[in-house]
């Protein structure tokens, strides 16, 4: 389906993969709103290291990655970061 939206798409299009770590994946699961309701088991059953698209297609961002360091990296990537600011 990914690779169908993305043969379909006119315009430039990029992928971004972020690659954690299960114990990292975990730890990150226990701070949001809905780490009581999907347990550990459901977490480690729907993980999947390294499931990458074929064909290279998608940018690794490796878990040190910090959020600005990746945001700041897809705004580059995409021409994004050339944009003026929005007011919001």
């Not at 064909?55 to 490796?62: A, D, N």
């Not at 990746?70 to 944009?83: K, Q």
């Amino acid at each position: 389906m990914l690779a169908q939206l993305r043969d379909d798409h006119r315009g430039p299009t990029h992928g971004y993969y972020l690659d954690v770590p299960f114990g990292e994946t975990l730890a990150r699961h226990a701070t949001k709103p809905i780490a009581d309701d999907v347990n550990e088991a459901q977490l480690r059953d729907r993980y999947r290291p390294r499931d990458l698209l074929p064909g290279g297609i998608e940018t690794v961002i490796g878990a040190d990655s910090a959020l600005q360091e990746t945001v700041d990296r897809i705004m580059l990537d995409t021409g994004l970061a050339h944009l003026p600011a929005l007011d919001r």
